[in-house]
Nanobody, 115 residues
Framework: QVQLVESGGGLVQPGGSLRLSCAASGSISSSNVMGWYRRAPGKQRELIATFTSVGSTVYADSVKGRFTISRDNAKNTVNLQMNSLKPEDTAVYYC?????????WGQGTQVTVSS
């Protein structure tokens, strides 16, 4: 079993920054794929940023250059630094871990970008 707990969401003005963290516990290691997704109101959940199985990173076009995913293997956390936030970034952000053959999701953290 794997448990994922996200933190760091909140209300921020357009142009501001937030840093999300996902703390993983249980049967998970630094070699497991982990990433961030989001679900905006009225939309389907979409991939935002993820590490691949070979350790590279993939970003959605909508966040390239603004968001950065990072990993602290010692703490078993995956972070998402979000800069230059826009109102369209408003969503619930979820952390996902792939521990073959299962996929695990956190409970989500709300990010609201509004003036």
């Amino acid at each position: 079993q794997v448990q994922l707990v996200e933190s760091g969401g909140g209300l921020v003005q357009p142009g501001g920054s937030l840093r999300l963290s996902c703390a993983a516990s249980g049967s998970i290691s630094s070699s497991n794929v982990m990433g961030w997704y989001r679900r905006a109101p009225g939309k389907q959940r979409e991939l935002i940023a993820t590490f691949t199985s070979v350790g590279s990173t993939v970003y959605a076009d909508s966040v390239k250059g603004r968001f950065t995913i990072s990993r602290d293997n010692a703490k078993n956390t995956v972070n998402l630094q979000m800069n230059s936030l826009k109102p369209e970034d408003t969503a619930v952000y979820y952390c996902k871990a792939h521990v073959w053959p299962m996929e695990y999701w956190g409970q989500g953290t709300q990010v609201t970008v509004s003036s």
